[in-house]
């Protein structure tokens, strides 16, 4: 088996099953905290997070143990100091081992407050009702796209970040329209829009992106995060002219209307921010027209490496002179839209290719957290390049452009282990590129850029681009290892987070660590030949398995006969597969967590016949939990599953006591996938909150645990890990935020670290 490192490039001769990536010396053991001391890294200063709700048997009370405050270990958790808990301002207890309380006298006009033991009380907190609270929002108003086809809007993923430095976190929120697509669905889209919102409701902006950003899960992610270290959050995403920023003042009016800066060189070749660049069908016919009447001009053409003329290219007898005339080019591309592509795939209808941008400026935008008011705005990088023809859209079976090119990821990252970058990627099937940004608070500087470089095709309208090397001497491994979503995490225990990029990793550094690679096995579509693990849908990072060092990875694969595994375990750092198993399928989903308190780690699962698997790779049977999204809810530190996607309401499971909520009048998000907004420890103990819309997207309905618990941790926001994934958990495929150390029931507290950040 071999892995492609900037270390070494060579073929590595080991056990047959399970090596990939080149191993390195490992520099932590069991008993030594897991993924690498924290440093002084920045993450926000929060204030105490109080939250009470009303529950049959009294007042529940949750609040935050903040990193600062930890002074050591227990057994059952981390020592910190005690705190005092009032009642209408009268002192009821002294809690020492949680940072939660049941007040049985407490009912719902009661208003609390705690104070670590001698230190200062926290702001007031009046009970909830029930065990939840709705944020109101500001639905907008319903649309027609051009083709006459009218939409509604549904609130979608969900952010946090403390915009106004205030301690508390502010609730951004993504709108999606009904039409919302797939990057591979013909048809226009409604317009996407951003919001800010305090935890009252009350509305802070909006930002629309307009109409030259698409709708759907790979279009949009937004990152919110403090940048520069001012103690308030930023916003950063693509943007596009017509994006424009509408302020409210306290009342709800809007204050002002304000479109995206357009760079001087757009505006001098007369881009305007009334420039819509999406295309009819009649629009795309005539882009193909004059593609083609390029054709010999083409860069690929010119150098040899693609068929001279498109007769060759699509198998037909020659009849044109080059450079095609208009007249030419048009009957070609007939004969590709109604004869070609169909032969292809009956699902290539080209004729009713609609609402998509495969032309015009892209742009990165950074926003005032707090105003929504525009701090930069810079050229997206990279650029799109073309339609899609580099990129593989036409030469699979099913012709798709805009598709491959228009793939984007999104996620904060401490790659120096002290200040928070922001790192953008577009692409993973073929051209895979990331590009990393460090904000100063007036201008973004790239700290480093990625590029596979393009994978070579010998026909752009017939090839099979997937799985072959980029141009690229460093990176050319990493096409087609991407997956839907990315993790930031310190795999390596040098204090400095890597790039998680599926079945690849980017070193702190933009170096490349290791691409993973492993023989195909019998029975599959070429026994015996080294193949990258490939594209899955959902990755999980974190310690999986505590009794052997460092954090583990858990991956899926759609590679079916052409993937040497469906799911697989590996090991961080190096890429090695510890276990995993050929299906010859498209594995589509899989989830880790302790489900089973008996067995050491998490455990870890995936359907198409995977099973459930202990981490330690041993198969425990084949019927699995639900694999959409896990929450840490219970009180025993095990980990629980929201199920529930398109029109069923969302149910939190435990694989034991069965469900423990039913979150009426609320669904998830994004069809199948059936996303909460958001699971985050926004306020509280270290569980997590769930947080869903309602119905009618009338509100973002927040749902807390109110089992007791009597373990003692810090804030989960303060681990820069954590902290970093609940940033990217909105980026495309949702996929839960996990720790820098093992979180489970069985727990060594002697592993967990102990925050040595800086809180601005």
């Given at each position: 088996?071999?892995?492609?490192?900037?270390?070494?490039?060579?073929?590595?001769?080991?056990?047959?099953?399970?090596?990939?990536?080149?191993?390195?010396?490992?520099?932590?053991?069991?008993?030594?905290?897991?993924?690498?001391?924290?440093?002084?890294?920045?993450?926000?200063?929060?204030?105490?997070?109080?939250?009470?709700?009303?529950?049959?048997?009294?007042?529940?009370?949750?609040?935050?143990?903040?990193?600062?405050?930890?002074?050591?270990?227990?057994?059952?958790?981390?020592?910190?100091?005690g705190?005092?808990?009032?009642?209408?301002?009268?002192?009821?207890?002294?809690?020492?081992?949680s940072?939660?309380?049941?007040?049985?006298?407490?009912?719902?006009?009661?208003?609390?407050?705690?104070?670590?033991?001698?230190?200062?009380?926290?702001?007031?907190?009046?009970?909830?009702?029930?065990?939840?609270?709705?944020?109101?929002?500001?639905?907008?108003?319903?649309?027609?796209?051009?083709?006459?086809?009218?939409?509604?809007?549904?609130?979608?993923?969900?952010?946090?970040?403390?915009?106004?430095?205030?301690?508390?976190?502010?609730?951004?929120?993504?709108?999606?329209?009904?039409?919302?697509?797939?990057?591979?669905?013909?048809?226009?889209?409604?317009n996407?829009y951003?919001?800010?919102?305090?935890?009252?409701?009350?509305?802070?902006?909006?930002?629309?992106?307009?109409?030259?950003?698409?709708?759907?899960?790979?279009?949009?992610?937004?990152?919110?995060?403090?940048?520069?270290?001012?103690?308030?959050?930023?916003?950063?995403?693509?943007?596009?002219?017509?994006?424009?920023?509408?302020?409210y003042?306290?009342?709800?009016?809007?204050?002002?209307?304000?479109?995206?800066?357009?760079?001087?060189?757009?505006?001098?070749?007369?881009?305007?921010?009334?420039?819509?660049?999406?295309?009819?069908?009649?629009?795309?016919?005539?882009?193909?027209?004059?593609?083609?009447?390029g054709?010999?001009?083409?860069?690929?053409?010119?150098?040899?490496?693609?068929?001279?003329?498109?007769?060759?290219?699509?198998?037909?007898?020659?009849?044109?002179?080059?450079?095609?005339?208009?007249?030419?080019?048009?009957?070609?591309?007939?004969?590709?839209?109604?004869?070609?592509?169909?032969?292809?795939?009956?699902?290539?209808?080209?004729?009713?290719?609609?609402?998509?941008?495969?032309?015009?400026?892209?742009?990165?935008?950074?926003?005032?957290?707090?105003?929504?008011?525009?701090?930069?705005?810079?050229?997206y990088?990279?650029?799109?390049?073309?339609?899609?023809?580099?990129?593989?859209?036409?030469?699979?079976?099913?012709?798709?452009?805009?598709?491959?090119?228009?793939?984007?990821?999104?996620?904060?990252?401490?790659l120096?282990?002290?200040?928070?970058?922001?790192?953008?990627?577009?692409?993973?099937?073929?051209?895979?590129?990331?590009?990393?940004?460090?904000?100063?608070?007036?201008?973004?500087?790239?700290?480093w850029?990625?590029?596979?470089?393009?994978?070579?095709?010998?026909?752009?309208?017939?090839?099979?681009?997937?799985?072959?090397?980029?141009?690229?001497?460093?990176?050319?491994t990493?096409?087609?290892?991407?997956?839907?979503?990315?993790?930031?995490?310190?795999?390596?225990?040098?204090?400095?987070?890597?790039?998680?990029?599926?079945?690849?990793?980017?070193?702190?550094?933009?170096?490349?660590?290791?691409?993973?690679?492993?023989?195909?096995?019998?029975?599959?579509?070429?026994?015996?030949?080294?193949?990258?693990?490939?594209?899955?849908?959902?990755?999980h990072?974190?310690d999986?398995?505590?009794?052997?060092?460092?954090?583990?990875?858990?991956?899926?694969?759609?590679?079916?006969?052409?993937?040497?595994?469906?799911?697989?375990?590996?090991?961080?750092?190096?890429?090695?597969?510890?276990?995993?198993?050929?299906?010859?399928?498209?594995?589509?989903?899989?989830?880790?967590?302790?489900?089973?308190?008996?067995?050491?780690?998490?455990?870890?699962?995936?359907?198409?016949?995977?099973?459930?698997?202990?981490?330690?790779?041993?198969?425990?049977?084949?019927?699995?939990?639900?694999?959409?999204q896990?929450?840490?809810?219970?009180?025993?530190?095990?980990?629980?599953?929201?199920?529930?996607?398109l029109?069923?309401?969302?149910?939190?499971?435990?694989?034991?006591?069965?469900?423990?909520?039913?979150?009426?009048?609320?669904?998830?998000?994004?069809?199948?996938?059936?996303?909460?907004?958001?699971?985050?420890?926004?306020f509280?103990?270290?569980?997590?909150?769930?947080?869903?819309?309602?119905?009618?997207?009338?509100?973002?309905?927040?749902?807390?645990?109110?089992?007791?618990?009597?373990?003692?941790?810090?804030?989960?926001?303060?681990?820069?890990q954590?902290?970093?994934?609940?940033?990217?958990?909105?980026?495309?495929?949702?996929?839960?935020?996990?720790?820098?150390?093992?979180?489970?029931?069985?727990?060594?507290?002697?592993?967990?670290?102990?925050?040595?950040?800086?809180?601005?």
């Open positions: 088996m071999r892995a492609w490192n900037r270390r070494r490039f060579a073929a590595l001769a080991v056990a047959a099953v399970c090596l990939v990536g080149v191993p390195l010396p490992a520099s932590a053991a069991p008993g030594a905290p897991a993924g690498g001391g924290h440093g002084r890294v920045q993450l926000e200063k929060l204030d105490r997070g109080l939250v009470v709700a009303t529950t049959t048997g009294g007042a529940f009370l949750s609040w935050r143990l903040l990193g600062h405050e930890v002074t050591g270990r227990t057994s059952s958790g981390m020592k910190g100091p705190f005092e808990v009032y009642r209408d301002g009268r002192r009821i207890a002294t809690v020492t081992d940072t939660n309380y049941l007040d049985p006298a407490g009912t719902a006009g009661s208003t609390y407050q705690v104070a670590p033991v001698r230190g200062r009380k926290s702001a007031p907190a009046r009970a909830w009702s029930t065990t939840h609270l709705d944020l109101p929002l500001r639905k907008p108003a319903d649309g027609v796209t051009p083709a006459g086809e009218a939409y509604t809007y549904s609130a979608n993923d969900l952010s946090v970040g403390d915009v106004d430095g205030d301690g508390a976190y502010e609730y951004i929120v993504k709108w999606d329209p009904s039409n919302s697509k797939d990057v591979s669905q013909v048809g226009y889209t409604g996407v951003i919001d800010a919102y305090e935890l009252d409701g009350t509305p802070l902006y909006r930002i629309d992106l307009g109409v030259n950003v698409r709708a759907g899960a790979h279009y949009t992610q937004f990152l919110v995060y403090d940048f520069d270290g001012d103690g308030r959050s930023e916003l950063m995403f693509k943007t596009a002219p017509g994006t424009k920023i509408i302020r003042d306290r009342s709800g009016a809007v204050r002002s209307e304000r479109f995206v800066s357009l760079p001087r060189e757009d505006v001098a070749k007369g881009v305007t921010h009334a420039d819509d660049y999406r295309m009819s069908a009649a629009d795309y016919f005539e882009h193909l027209v004059t593609m083609f009447q054709w010999h001009d083409h860069p690929e053409v010119e150098a040899g490496r693609w068929p001279a003329t498109l007769e060759q290219a699509f198998g037909i007898a020659p009849a044109y002179t080059y450079p095609l005339s208009r007249e030419d080019a048009t009957a070609l591309a007939n004969h590709f839209v109604d004869v070609y592509a169909p032969a292809r795939s009956a699902r290539n209808q080209l004729r009713n290719f609609a609402g998509f941008i495969v032309d015009g400026p892209e742009y990165l935008t950074v926003f005032e957290g707090a105003t929504g008011r525009e701090l930069q705005t810079v050229r990088e990279p650029g799109r390049h073309d339609d899609g023809l580099m990129w593989g859209d036409y030469a699979m079976a099913r012709i798709e452009p805009g598709n491959r090119v228009d793939r984007f990821l999104a996620t904060v990252a401490y120096d282990g002290r200040r928070p970058s922001a790192v953008f990627a577009r692409g993973y099937y073929t051209r895979s590129t990331l590009v990393a940004y460090d904000w100063d608070g007036r201008r973004l500087h790239k700290r850029y990625v590029d596979s470089g393009w994978t070579p095709m010998t026909n752009p309208f017939n090839d099979s681009p997937h799985g072959r090397d980029g141009t690229d001497p460093e990176f050319r990493l096409t087609t290892q991407g997956f839907h979503s990315l993790s930031s995490s310190d795999v390596d225990g040098d204090g400095k987070q890597e790039i998680v990029y599926g079945a690849a990793t980017i070193d702190h550094d933009g170096s490349l660590l290791y691409s993973s690679f492993a023989p195909l096995p019998e029975g599959s579509a070429s026994p015996g030949t080294q193949a990258r693990l490939g594209h899955g849908d959902a990755m990072v974190t999986i398995d505590p009794t052997r060092p460092g954090l583990e990875i858990y991956t899926v694969h759609e590679g079916a006969a052409g993937a040497p595994y469906g799911h697989a375990m590996r090991d961080a750092k190096t890429g090695q597969v510890l276990f995993g198993t050929y299906s010859g399928r498209d594995t589509g989903r899989g989830m880790v967590g302790d489900i089973l308190p008996e067995h050491a780690g998490l455990e870890a699962w995936a359907t198409t016949g995977m099973g459930l698997w202990t981490a330690q790779g041993q198969k425990l049977g084949d019927t699995i939990p639900g694999t959409n896990s929450i840490r809810w219970a009180a025993d530190l095990s980990t629980q599953i929201v199920d529930g996607a029109e069923v309401t969302p149910t939190i499971q435990d694989h034991r006591r069965g469900t423990l909520l039913t979150a009426a009048n609320t669904l998830t998000n994004n069809g199948t996938k059936g996303n909460p907004g958001l699971v985050a420890d926004i509280g103990d270290w569980r997590e909150e769930l947080l869903l819309r309602t119905a009618d997207s009338s509100a973002i309905r927040i749902h807390l645990s109110t089992e007791v618990t009597t373990h003692k941790l810090y804030t989960l926001m303060h681990d820069p954590y902290r970093a994934e609940v940033a990217r958990q909105q980026t495309t495929y949702n996929q839960p935020s996990y720790t820098s150390f093992h979180l489970g029931t069985g727990t060594d507290w002697a592993r967990v670290p102990v925050p040595t950040a800086s809180y601005r």
